[in-house]
């Protein structure tokens, strides 16, 4: 397994591109199967979860097709082989589960391996179910599958999420284009990906209307066609990245930045101390006054503070001047990258889902272990600061979210690389 090796304590200085959402091309993929036209996406970034779900795409049967070096990837579901998503597959990648509105929506029957859990929590996918069922989807679970089918088309209902859940809403929605009548998706997720996706949507045929709000309704359809659509920017690469010269010091350009897909964070890092720009490419972000103030912050549904930006402002505040409070209300276990960061001298407290961070002088390299895509990244952060070499080990979690991200903070003057472990 690969490791990153990381000399601290050098400002970063420079440019980084930010690359297509991986959340907004999970949830885009699969939306190729409601239709057998080709659907096209490009601007896509080049990640192993993408590469997870091209599998998955495959083993059903579509024809996927990546050119520009896979940044434009071509799916066409014209007739599936099978309509099982098999659990080898969707155990390695939870998004899978979004492909179970699609198949069952096109071919009125689906058997999808119900994902388990991962290290940020047990994520369960009754939501998912249970918006299903109430569209007149037959549902049995057996064996860790979910089977699932429909006597003619899904129909139309009217679901109330008793929380945001993102994939529940892109999945219910997905499933909704080709049901009969109009489904009403009450208490929906709003990010920027499930717009994007309503965006694709519309574009093969589909009528949406409310993405964005908390309210979408969809009437179904006799059948959607192809398109090609442009993937939305990573709202979370953008903020990971923006905390880099945050926390190293020095001046950092994130090419394509949009202040609306991170105004949640904006809004903590002007409170941090941090002047964040509007520029012509993008957003430029460094430290005000040579410090980082500590603050409270608590992570929400869009247009909330992300959760999968928390582990990275957690390494950021490590290092604050004073005490900062962390509530992390979107999954019960969030907190691993604590312990590692504890490690490189950060005095940290968690209690149940607060974390209490007392800032202090300097963080000290030291080797530490990923558990999580978005908490390995932090990681990282706290080495670009840390006095001397930090080993980030289990780097694959890394890889499933960030492309390139050595070559992108080398640029800007990092010492970081990869070494076979
Ligand atoms: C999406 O996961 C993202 N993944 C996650 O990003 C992100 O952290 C999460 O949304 C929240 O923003 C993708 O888009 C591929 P949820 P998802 O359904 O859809 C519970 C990353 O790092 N829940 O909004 O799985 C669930 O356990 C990943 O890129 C149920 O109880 O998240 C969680 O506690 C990590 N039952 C909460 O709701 C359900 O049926 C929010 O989950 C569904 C969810």
Same mark, same amino acid.
């Given at each position: 397994?690969?490791?990153?090796?990381?000399?601290g304590g050098r400002p970063l200085n420079g440019q980084i591109e930010i690359s297509g959402a991986k959340n907004a091309c999970l949830t885009l993929m699969p939306a190729a199967l409601l239709t057998e036209e080709p659907l096209e996406l490009t601007n896509a970034p080049r990640l192993a979860d993408i590469e997870m779900m091209t599998k998955i795409l495959v083993s059903l049967g579509a024809a996927v097709q990546l050119s520009?070096?896979?940044?434009?990837?071509?799916?066409?579901?014209?007739?599936?082989?099978?309509?099982?998503?098999?659990?080898?597959?969707?155990?390695?990648?939870?998004?899978?589960?979004?492909?179970?509105?699609?198949?069952?929506?096109?071919?009125?029957?689906?058997?999808?391996?119900?994902?388990?859990?991962?290290?940020?929590?047990?994520?369960?996918?009754?939501?998912?179910?249970?918006?299903?069922?109430?569209?007149?989807?037959?549902?049995?679970?057996?064996?860790?599958?979910?089977?699932?089918?429909?006597?003619?088309?899904?129909?139309?209902?009217?679901?109330?999420?008793?929380?945001?859940?993102?994939?529940?809403?892109?999945?219910?929605?997905?499933?909704?284009?080709?049901?009969?009548?109009?489904?009403?998706?009450?208490?929906?997720?709003?990010?920027?990906?499930?717009?994007?996706?309503?965006?694709?949507?519309?574009?093969?045929?589909?009528?949406?209307?409310?993405?964005?709000?908390?309210?979408?309704?969809?009437?179904?359809?006799?059948?959607?066609?192809?398109?090609?659509?442009?993937?939305?920017?990573?709202?979370?690469?953008?903020?990971?990245?923006?905390?880099?010269?945050?926390?190293?010091?020095?001046?950092?350009?994130?090419?394509?930045?949009?202040?609306?897909?991170?105004?949640?964070?904006?809004?903590?890092?002007?409170?941090?101390?941090?002047?964040?720009?509007?520029?012509?490419?993008?957003?430029?972000?460094?430290?005000?006054?040579?410090?980082?103030?500590?603050?409270?912050?608590?992570?929400?549904?869009?247009?909330?503070?992300?959760?999968?930006?928390?582990?990275?402002?957690?390494?950021?505040?490590?290092?604050?001047?004073?005490?900062?409070?962390?509530?992390?209300?979107?999954?019960?276990?969030?907190?691993?990258?604590?312990?590692?960061?504890?490690?490189?001298?950060?005095?940290?407290?968690?209690? +149940?889902? &607060?974390?209490?961070? !007392?800032?202090?002088?300097?963080? /000290? *390299?030291?080797?530490?272990?990923?558990?999580? #895509?978005? %908490?390995?990244?932090?990681?990282?952060?706290?080495?670009?600061?840390?006095? +001397?070499? &930090?080993?980030?080990? !289990?780097?694959?979690?890394?890889? /499933? *979210?960030?492309?390139?991200?050595?070559?992108? #903070?080398? %640029?800007?003057?990092?010492?970081?690389?990869?070494?076979?472990?």
């Amino acid at each position: 397994m690969d490791q990153i090796l990381v000399r601290g304590g050098r400002p970063l200085n420079g440019q980084i591109e930010i690359s297509g959402a991986k959340n907004a091309c999970l949830t885009l993929m699969p939306a190729a199967l409601l239709t057998e036209e080709p659907l096209e996406l490009t601007n896509a970034p080049r990640l192993a979860d993408i590469e997870m779900m091209t599998k998955i795409l495959v083993s059903l049967g579509a024809a996927v097709q990546l050119s520009e070096q896979g940044r434009r990837i071509t799916i066409e579901a014209k007739n599936f082989e099978q309509t099982l998503a098999h659990y080898d597959l969707v155990r390695k990648m939870r998004a899978s589960i979004l492909v179970l509105g699609p198949i069952l929506a096109r071919m009125g029957e689906a058997t999808v391996s119900l994902p388990g859990g991962c290290a940020i929590g047990a994520r369960p996918v009754d939501l998912h179910l249970k918006g299903l069922e109430a569209m007149g989807a037959e549902l049995e679970l057996k064996g860790g599958y979910v089977h699932a089918k429909t006597n003619g088309r899904l129909k139309a209902a009217v679901i109330e999420f008793p929380f945001v859940s993102v994939g529940a809403t892109e999945n219910l929605m997905m499933a909704a284009t080709l049901g009969k009548g109009t489904t009403v998706l009450k208490n929906a997720a709003r990010e920027p990906e499930i717009v994007d996706l309503a965006r694709c949507l519309r574009k093969m045929g589909a009528e949406i209307e409310g993405e964005g709000t908390d309210f979408i309704e969809i009437e179904g359809v006799d059948a959607l066609k192809g398109t090609s659509h442009k993937v939305i920017a990573d709202r979370i690469e953008l903020g990971t990245f923006m905390l880099a010269p945050a926390i190293t010091g020095g001046e950092v350009e994130l090419i394509g930045g949009k202040r609306r897909l991170v105004s949640s964070l904006i809004d903590k890092l002007e409170e941090a101390d941090i002047a964040v720009e509007d520029t012509e490419n993008g957003l430029k972000v460094r430290r005000k006054n040579g410090h980082i103030e500590a603050l409270e912050l608590t992570t929400e549904p869009y247009p909330g503070f992300p959760t999968d930006l928390q582990a990275q402002m957690m390494a950021l505040l490590s290092i604050a001047k004073g005490t900062s409070k962390i509530h992390e209300k979107i999954f019960e276990n969030r907190f691993m990258h604590a312990p590692e960061l504890m490690r490189m001298g950060a005095d940290i407290e968690v209690q +149940g889902g &607060t974390a209490i961070v !007392r800032g202090v002088e300097k963080l /000290r *390299g030291a080797p530490v272990m990923a558990t999580d #895509l978005r %908490a390995s990244v932090g990681l990282v952060l706290a080495g670009l600061a840390a006095e +001397g070499e &930090t080993q980030v080990s !289990r780097v694959y979690h890394l890889d /499933r *979210g960030y492309e390139n991200l050595e070559a992108k #903070l080398a %640029a800007c003057g990092a010492d970081i690389e990869r070494v076979k472990e």
